[in-house]
């Protein structure tokens, strides 16, 4: 189930294609609740590559990035649930106000794949959550960072 979840999570995002958001939309994008965080400045710095042959996104990180690999963040932002259940420990981290249920709201450097210690409810509420910093470059997946061991901090 969960890899029949993440494949079609893929395809979205590969139909949805980040790069492509018409400007318009991206405008009215803008205009909605998006995370003030700091991270999320140091991470838009990872430049997104496209095979568009295969369909694929890859990562080239930066430094500063880099540095961040091991350390504990916190960091805020909205949830995107993998599964269709009351509560879940796997979720999407995303720095803008989801809007759709199938295209991620925002560039592949705007969304943080998270592992939480306990299961968590459903918010659409923005939220904050702690935990240890990984790269991911996996082009099968179109992730690239990881907040591993993480938990829901306090509202």
């Given at each position: 189930?969960?890899?029949?979840?993440?494949?079609?999570?893929?395809?979205?995002?590969?139909?949805?294609?980040?790069?492509?958001?018409?400007?318009?939309?991206?405008?009215?994008?803008?205009?909605?609740?998006?995370?003030?965080?700091?991270?999320?400045?140091?991470?838009?710095?990872?430049?997104?590559?496209?095979?568009?042959?295969?369909?694929?996104?890859?990562?080239?990180?930066?430094p500063?990035?880099?540095?961040?690999?091991?350390k504990?963040?916190?960091?805020?932002?909205?949830?995107?649930?993998?599964e269709?259940?009351?509560?879940?420990?796997?979720?999407?981290?995303?720095k803008?106000?989801?809007?759709?249920?199938?295209?991620?709201?925002?560039?592949?450097n705007?969304?943080?794949?998270?592992?939480?210690?306990?299961?968590?409810?459903?918010?659409?509420?923005?939220?904050?959550?702690?935990?240890?910093?990984?790269?991911?470059?996996?082009?099968?997946m179109?992730?690239f960072?990881?907040?591993?061991?993480a938990?829901?901090?306090?509202?």
């Amino acid at each position: 189930m969960k890899i029949k979840t993440t494949f079609l999570l893929i395809s979205f995002l590969l139909i949805c294609g980040f790069s492509t958001q018409p400007l318009d939309e991206r405008k009215a994008q803008d205009a909605l609740p998006m995370s003030k965080d700091p991270i999320w400045h140091t991470l838009l710095k990872t430049k997104i590559t496209v095979d568009k042959k295969d369909g694929y996104y890859g990562a080239k990180f930066t430094p500063e990035v880099k540095a961040l690999v091991g350390k504990t963040l916190t960091v805020s932002g909205f949830i995107m649930p993998l599964e269709s259940k009351d509560k879940f420990q796997h979720f999407l981290l995303a720095k803008r106000t989801p809007t759709c249920p199938f295209c991620p709201p925002g560039e592949p450097n705007e969304i943080i794949d998270v592992w939480t210690v306990k299961a968590i409810e459903y918010t659409d509420d923005m939220v904050t959550v702690k935990g240890k910093f990984e790269l991911m470059n996996d082009k099968d997946m179109g992730l690239f960072f990881k907040l591993k061991d993480a938990n829901l901090e306090a509202r």
